[in-house]
């Protein structure tokens, strides 16, 4: 390692907390200084494909001329002005968003993830109230699912390793089953599913009393708790019973909007209108931080703020920045004139082919996906479908990185089913990238 290297590295063992990680001096974290296309390159110059697109969220690509062109022109004509009032590129992209969305939503701006699936949580309870039902107030979540790391969004969390220590978190939130057909209590044994999983929700929220529930959050599929795509009529068969009970449906697409599963959005694979969509991640190419909360017209309109607490009384700094909201015009034009859903539909069908010969090795339990966004799981034998240990786990992340290819696994999220691994690349991949992802995978493979 180079001397600079060795101060850089010391300086930020000094200075900086980083993800996921706790106390250790002796830790080497990657200090990444560039990136172009599917490359990421390191403070010594060593060069890795990110197979994860950042937190897949880089969906456009790394060096984007375009994208920083925008935000800069954004920050020399009008840097910043509170979304309390309006400024051009926050309309131009809800219009756009409204187009993508496929619907006729409001967008409320925020900054992460977690803060629009806040922001949701608060327009779903005080919707109910200006409906006259205020004892309105919990939320039905699922089992894996991942929302965010705030109280309430780590809450409707479905992944007790992510909230242990943390707890208490906010009350209201509850959960069920995810749909794992893998590994379903309901019908793992059966030839088919039974939608059992679906049901459930329905009998929690009657369980519950429906007076008391103001809104089911899903998303399209489970991301970061080990890529978990629902079977056929799961997400319609929600949207009805919560259409029937008055339970509002919101639908995290945090992880899987912008092209990511081969559409716009996961829930366009599915025939539901969600009454909030939250966005985040890919909306800017990760280039800068914006999210949102998608807020379908009817529900806004409850919000006549003719009465003392009509308003939805909440409201953040830097949501709606004009930089991040210049950059996310621009990244969604990317997307369409290079049609990116469409391409991360056509190379997640390649993926699955290239991966078939995958499913014969004996750690290999499932392979699943949609679009570019895969999950391999492992398990010590297709028999027991015993988790592999998280030693595996990191042997198989580490003999991909030695050999170029960045890839994570779901890591501390519910106990046991740590064992996924994940494959989720810039949707503007090239095809000789991608096939360096296959070979260098399947070679790993060969070292478990
Ligand atoms: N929801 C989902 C589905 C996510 O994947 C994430 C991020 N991994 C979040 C919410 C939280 O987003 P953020 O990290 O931007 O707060």
Redesign the pocket.
Same mark, same amino acid.
Request: proline share 0%.
């Given at each position: 390692m180079i001397e600079e290297t060795q101060e850089w590295l010391d300086r930020d063992r000094r200075y900086i907390w980083h993800g996921m990680a706790g106390y250790n001096p002796s830790a080497s974290p990657m200090v990444v200084t560039e990136a172009d296309g599917a490359w990421i390159t390191d403070i010594d110059g060593n060069r890795y494909l990110d197979g994860m697109a950042g937190?897949w969220n880089v969906n456009s690509g790394y060096g984007r001329e375009e994208l920083a062109q925008a935000a800069y022109e954004q920050l020399k004509t009008m840097p910043y002005y509170p979304i309390t009032q309006g400024h051009l590129p926050a309309i131009e992209l809800a219009e756009k968003l409204n187009e993508w969305l496929d619907g006729d939503y409001v967008i409320r701006y925020a900054n !992460?993830? !977690?803060?629009a699936?806040e922001t949701a949580f608060k327009i779903a309870r005080q919707y109910h109230a200006q409906n006259g039902e205020s004892g309105r107030y919990k939320f039905i979540a699922r089992y894996r699912g991942?929302?965010?790391?705030t109280f309430g !969004?780590l809450a409707a969390t479905g992944q007790s390793q992510r909230k242990y220590l943390y707890e208490p978190l906010a009350p209201g939130f509850l959960h069920v089953a995810p749909p794992d057909r893998y590994r379903c209590g309901y019908c793992s044994d059966r030839p088919a599913c039974n939608l059992q999983c679906a049901r459930e929700v329905e009998r929690v929220i009657n369980w519950e009393l429906l007076e008391t529930v103001a809104a089911v959050i899903v998303?399209p599929i489970i +991301? $970061?708790g080990g890529i978990i795509l629902p079977p056929d009529g799961y997400l319609e068969e929600v949207a009805r019973m919560c259409e029937r009970t008055g339970v509002l449906l919101i639908v995290?697409e945090? $992880?899987?909007g912008f092209g990511r599963t081969g559409k716009k959005f996961g829930y366009h694979h599915h025939d539901v209108k969600p009454d909030i969509v +939250?966005i985040?991640?890919a909306m800017t190419s990760g280039y800068l931080p914006l999210?949102a909360a998608a807020v379908r017209r009817e529900v806004f309109e409850k919000f006549e703020g003719t009465e003392e607490y009509g308003r939805l009384r909440h409201v953040n700094t830097f949501g709606g920045n004009p930089a991040a909201c210049a950059v996310a015009v621009k990244n969604l034009e990317i997307m369409e004139d290079e049609d990116l859903p469409g391409r991360s539909a056509t190379l997640g069908e390649r993926l699955r082919e290239e991966l078939t010969e995958l499913k014969g090795h004996p750690n290999v339990g499932e392979i699943r996906g949609r679009g570019l966004l895969f999950g391999i799981e492992l398990v010590e034998d297709k028999e027991s479908k015993q988790p592999v240990s998280t030693r595996t786990m990191d042997k198989i992340i580490s003999a991909c990185k030695e050999s170029g290819l960045i890839l994570r696994y779901n890591r501390d999220t519910a106990p046991g089913v740590n064992n996924v691994l994940v494959l989720a690349p810039p949707l503007a991949i090239t095809d000789e990238d991608l096939a360096f992802i296959v070979e260098t995978l399947k070679e790993s493979f060969e070292q478990l």
């Open positions: 937190m !992460s993830g !977690s803060e699936n991942y929302h965010g790391n !969004s998303e +991301t $970061g995290d945090v $992880g899987c +939250t985040g991640k999210s």
